[in-house]
């Protein structure tokens, strides 16, 4: 037995901020004291506050260090594992206190969270089924095998009231029911786990910490639905998830919770995963099962859905990873204690990646109906440097966004819907007063332009079209005209593009033009950025009164933009500005400003 | 595996050895005083025989954990065993041999070692 666990995060974020080297140094420091049979290192799944990564907690004490660095671990084992002496400085200042340490779970990034989807992230060592069994994994197959006809098994998805959360929000039950009532020969499921929206990473941090959970749920819908083998799409650029998965895809072979004769039951399952090459289109679910069939990953017009005619022309089930994720749980618990989470149309609850303007970056799970302000003010920790909050963007190019005035709104799909927003997948980017919400479309429209697959035009060419219209409008050029146009163009994509890709890469010109429109006016008639982030619309100036003459930004102009002669006030010559900063940087005297 | 029960005997040899990571009240803890007095009066030996005892037994729902200082060093090492609802007790001048009776009696059994504890050491 082991009496301490140290649990290192070994999720993207984490791992890119060097806890491999950490986890190698804990382990040869435990073994220079000796204490290799007393102390085991566990790499874990990610914990949800990235912003403060590497995160490492030592158990039985339950003490969270954050941003622990490699040179720390030696007083960590030191200090804490050979004599029992918690490392104060590093601890999460959230949990210090003078009595003993303050459980996780009651600091302010924790407590208002509900975690179901992600509740082994963090908790157990992915690459060890017994982890997960230990904290009743596979117990709901094991349930819908041996006591459930598979029509039950759907029932009690369709009660739970799950809806699918890779943004569209369609009831998953009715869903698993449509493949379930096709007869075929060969029937799929496949987990959509191509996650391209910018800023999200949940369906990567429930790959990466909790793997086995979307086998077992995806041999659950096979069990309900027909199905008999099943694929994951998942990115290449996700390699810790891969590995992952496949570690625990061989793990559940062996054991016998995948492959032939599942819990003596009679049912076949097998799983195969595919990996994407990073095109943003392969998350429509049509040319997702394109791509997996070996073809150029291109939508095809729906009906027929896939529950008719999907992967390989047979009737196919597709959920997203979070969706998945929930799946155990409900069978579990049962369907009463997941509705009973969440508001009247959407139950449960729902991961965001929390992202932008915000203290505690990180990924965030919170019962449905909970309000934006909560999740920005007491779970993110706020706007740091004292700025004011802007907007908050949800859905990345598929989605909208919520203005100030919106903020106390309680997040579920049909009230999103309702102020022109989407859930989408669940990136939540926050957004400040030094956002300008036109660059914010233009940053979402370059990104549907250079993934848009062109098969279809009003696609293809309009994404393209509303990009140089925004260009236009940042750059000086634009009209009032324009914005009228914009917004018809932008109707026009949404009604007649092929698949969800086009349908939606309007949205976040047309949120930002219904809550901003006045930033856009801005641009267009006053010729001004007001968060002054617009580069063509900003001039730079020397205050002739703060301005000592000292000479210091002229022989910085890159350009030789600026004149002037020693102790006099200099001036900038506009027209050979390239506005690059580097004067205002380097001025003592604050006397060069931009408007 | 083929059965239910195959999977919950699977579950619970697993989860008995993740209890250390088990943060709820529900759990027996042995708290063993491993300041620089309770080491050097030999507090590493008994916090092995405990995890050792314990891992024999199968006992599920104890964690063994460190402390510093407890405060009394002339009686180190100091082990106290909380329980949920139980009064706290505390044992002193412990040895490997005491480890193992109190993982007996106390933990196994639900009596604790009188003649051990600190209100024995006083009279």
């Given at each position: 037995m082991y009496r301490s666990h140290v649990l290192v995060c070994g999720g993207t974020g984490c791992t890119s901020s060097n806890s491999p080297k950490i986890i190698e140094t804990f382990e040869a420091q435990i073994k220079e004291k000796g204490l290799e049979d007393e102390v085991k290192v566990i790499r874990t799944g990610c914990f949800g506050l990235c912003a403060l990564g590497p995160v490492v907690v030592v158990y039985p004490e339950g003490c969270f260090y954050s941003e622990v660095k490699v040179e720390d671990v030696p007083e960590i084992v030191e200090e804490h594992l050979l004599k029992g002496r918690i490392v104060q400085r590093l601890l999460y200042d959230e949990t210090k206190s003078t009595e003993e340490v303050k459980p996780l779970k009651e600091t302010d990034f924790y407590k208002k969270q509900k975690r179901v989807a992600l509740r082994n992230c963090g908790v157990i060592n992915p690459e060890d089924i017994n982890e997960y069994i230990a904290y009743d994994g596979y117990q709901a197959l094991a349930?819908?095998?041996t006591e459930l006809k598979p029509e039950e098994v759907i029932q009690i998805v369709k009660d739970s009231g799950l809806r699918g959360r890779g943004g569209g929000g369609f009831p998953t039950g009715l869903k698993w029911s449509f493949t379930?009532?096709?007869?075929?020969?060969?029937?799929?499921?496949?987990?959509?786990?191509?996650?391209?929206?910018?800023?999200a990473f949940m369906d990567r941090s429930v790959l990466e910490g909790d793997p086995h959970c979307i086998i077992e749920a995806m041999t659950i819908c096979g069990y309900a639905t027909g199905a008999t083998e099943g694929y994951i799409y998942v990115r290449a650029e996700y390699p810790i998830a891969v590995k992952r998965l496949e570690i625990a895809i061989a793990q559940a072979k062996e054991l016998g919770?995948?492959?032939?004769?599942?819990?003596?039951?009679?049912?076949?399952?097998?799983?195969?995963?595919?990996?994407?090459?990073?095109?943003?289109?392969?998350?429509?679910?049509?040319?997702?099962m394109t791509s997996i069939e070996g073809n150029r990953g291109e939508p095809r017009p729906r009906p027929p859905y896939p529950a008719v005619k999907g992967l390989f022309g047979k009737p196919t089930t597709e959920n997203n990873v979070e969706t998945f994720a929930n799946i155990p749980t409900i069978i579990r618990e049962g369907a009463a204690y997941f509705a009973s989470m969440g508001t009247e149309k959407s139950k449960g609850t729902k991961v965001f990646a929390l992202g932008g303007k915000i203290k505690n970056t990180g990924l965030v799970e919170i019962p449905m109906g909970t309000t934006l302000r909560e999740i920005i003010e007491e779970i993110g920790g706020g706007i740091p440097n004292g700025k004011k909050f802007k907007a908050a963007q949800t859905g990345g190019p598929s989605g909208g966004c919520i203005p100030m005035s919106l903020i106390d709104t309680p997040i579920d799909y049909d009230n999103l819907t309702a102020i022109g927003c989407m859930m989408g997948s669940g990136g939540l980017i926050?957004?400040?007063?030094?956002?300008?919400?036109?660059?914010?479309a233009k940053f979402f429209l370059n990104f549907t332009v250079d993934e848009s697959c062109g098969k279809c035009t009003p696609c293809r060419v309009g994404t393209r079209r509303l990009l140089e219209m925004l260009d236009k409008i940042t750059s000086g050029n634009g009209t009032l005209e324009d914005l009228d146009k914009l917004e018809e163009l932008c109707y026009y994509i949404k009604e007649n593009s092929l698949c969800g890709l086009g349908q939606t890469a309007p949205n976040p010109v047309l949120a930002t033009l219904k809550f901003f429109r006045d930033e856009y006016v801005a641009h267009v008639v006053d010729k001004k950025c007001p968060a002054g982030v617009c580069k063509d619309l900003l001039q730079y100036k020397i205050i002739a009164d703060k301005c000592k003459g000292c000479t210091a930004c002229a022989r910085k102009c890159p350009v030789g933009a600026i004149s002037g002669t020693v102790k006099n006030p200099h001036t900038i010559d506009t027209s050979k500005c390239i506005k690059c900063g580097a004067c205002i940087e380097t001025c003592k005297f604050g006397a060069i400003v931009k408007e | 595996m083929k059965t239910l029960e195959e999977l919950m005997?699977?579950?619970?040899?697993?989860?008995?050895?993740?209890?250390?990571?088990d943060d709820s009240t529900a759990l027996t803890?042995?708290?063993v005083g491993m300041a620089t007095c309770g080491i050097a009066a030999g507090a590493r030996p008994v916090l092995n025989k405990f995890t050792e005892e314990i891992e024999k037994r199968n006992l599920t729902g104890v964690t063994v954990a460190q402390t510093g200082c407890i405060g009394m060093c002339q009686y180190e090492p100091i082990v106290e065993v909380t329980a949920p609802g139980k009064e706290k007790v505390t044992y002193v001048l412990m040895t490997p041999e005491k480890a193992a009776k109190v993982v007996v009696d106390h933990l196994v059994n639900g009596n604790p070692v009188v003649e051990y504890t600190v209100g024995a050491l006083k009279k």
């Open positions: 349930k819908c095998l379930a009532a096709n007869k075929a020969d060969q029937k799929y499921v496949v987990c959509n786990a191509d996650e391209g929206d910018p800023g919770l995948l492959g032939k004769d599942i819990f003596g039951s009679g049912f076949d399952f097998d799983l195969h995963i595919k990996l994407g090459a990073g095109a943003f289109v392969c998350g429509e679910e049509t040319a997702l926050v957004m400040d007063e030094d956002n300008c919400m036109v660059d914010i | 005997a699977l579950r619970d040899a697993a989860k008995a050895k993740m209890t250390a990571r803890r042995v708290v």
